[in-house]
């Protein structure tokens, strides 16, 4: 996992050329162009869509994770807490895919706010859309990044 402000995004360079790629997509230009509709980068090994939606009740989230891909949450408006947790502890509820969701207890949480980003690597189980306080809006941009084939 890696959390830190978009204009810090240069300093997580050299992790794998794909994320490298993502990073740099980190500004407000490239931001505001994502739409619901996803953009392909690379294909399936790299793409990016924006996601609107309101935040949820703790107990209405659930546990995801992935084998094959990483995630760079991106928050635009809004604010929503991210639970993180390797999936060793977690209990399994559905699979599909490189789709993975999970039930348990969080070993981390970060506050997402307008200027964050969060990566998630394959195999951080991530409990998303939590909402902090109230639940509200919430806009967000999520690169998609294929590491393993």
Known sequence: ???????????????????????????????????????????DALYVTRFDYRTLPFEET???????????????EGCERVDVAHPDGLTLREHRDDFYGLRGDAEQSVIL?????LVVFP?????????????????????KILVYE
């Open 1 to 43: 996992m890696i959390w830190g402000k978009n204009r810090d995004a240069a300093a997580y360079r050299g992790v794998h050329p794909r994320l490298d790629r993502a990073l740099a997509c980190l500004t407000e230009e490239f931001l505001a162009g994502v739409g619901t509709e996803t953009k392909q980068l690379e294909g």
């Open 62 to 76: 659930f546990f995801e994770a992935h084998r094959r891909y990483l995630d760079v949450h991106v928050m635009r």
């Open 113 to 117: 706010r307008p200027g964050d980003f």
């Open 123 to 143: 195999g951080d189980a991530h409990r998303l859309k939590i909402a902090v306080g109230e639940p509200a809006a919430v806009s967000k941009v999520v690169f």
